[in-house]
């Protein structure tokens, strides 16, 4: 009896660690959808760790309807290190793509 026990209690374990990792697959997916449809362009006017909000790495920019920010929580690629203040950035709707206009360079940003 106790052998059932602790292998339902096994079974149930693996179950919950396989819902967790589904469930966090799905927000993944979520959130790159989400930015693929985000569309921007402006200046960079601050780039800076936010500390109070999970040390997010967050650029600050100015477009034609005033300031706006980006956080780049989940960027894997380096994009938040290769960009500096004052470059110009476009994001198109429905791309990956993230333009550095000052630098003439296309930088594709990955999550």
């Known amino acids: 009896m106790k052998y059932i026990k602790k292998i339902i209690g ?5 179950g919950l660690i396989y819902l967790a990792n589904k469930f966090t697959y799905y927000i993944h997916i979520q959130y790159i959808e989400r930015f693929k449809k985000e569309k921007f362009s402006g200046r960079i006017i601050r780039k800076y760790i936010d500390t109070k909000q999970h040390n997010y790495e967050m650029l600050v920019f100015i477009n034609k309807d005033g300031k706006d920010s980006l956080s780049f929580s989940n960027d894997t ?7 500096a203040v004052n470059d110009s950035i476009i994001k198109i709707e429905n791309s990956d793509e993230i333009r550095i206009v000052n630098r003439d360079t296309s930088f594709f940003i990955s999550f």
């Open 77 to 83: 690629s380096g994009f938040y290190d290769f960009v």
């Open 10 to 14: 096994f079974a149930v374990f693996i």
